[in-house]
């Protein structure tokens, strides 16, 4: 769409593969950019074998050269304690009726981005909105989120 639309304002200077490679590159920056500056709850879920929701340490490689520490591993699980799960959960419960009680237009795009991690342009079809209005959206639902638990958990 940028090649056609720009099509006019091409001046010959170079080869028009030369142009269009040059409009894909830029436009390959700026959504690398936009998208670096999300981040998808998916994204932090731990991949889990077990039904307590513990993480499977038998991935981490034996102590070795290039490999975790053995302690190390288990290190990170020693301050799991009942009161930091229950804050936890407590947080997350806290998260989830923020993002109940949004109205219906920002639910929808946090929930399609956020949670289910459908990528922008597809979320946009679905709902059939701009790009723009998504993010738009999408910031407000965060934010009101993110203060809704920080008013709740202090």
Known sequence: MAVMSGLNRFEGRSSLH???CAILIHKAKDR??????????SDFEWE???RSGEP???RFKPHGEG?????FSQHLWDDRTPEKLLASRQASACMWHAIETLPTLQKEVLMLRDVRGIHTKEACQ???ISETNFYVRLHRARERVKVAVEAALG
């Open 18 to 20: 030369a142009w269009i």
């Open 56 to 58: 499977d340490l038998s």
């Open 48 to 50: 889990t074998d077990t």
């Open 67 to 71: 490999a975790w520490p053995a302690t």
């Open 32 to 41: 690398g950019i936009r998208e670096k500056r999300q981040k998808v709850f």
């Open 126 to 128: 679905q709902l059939k």
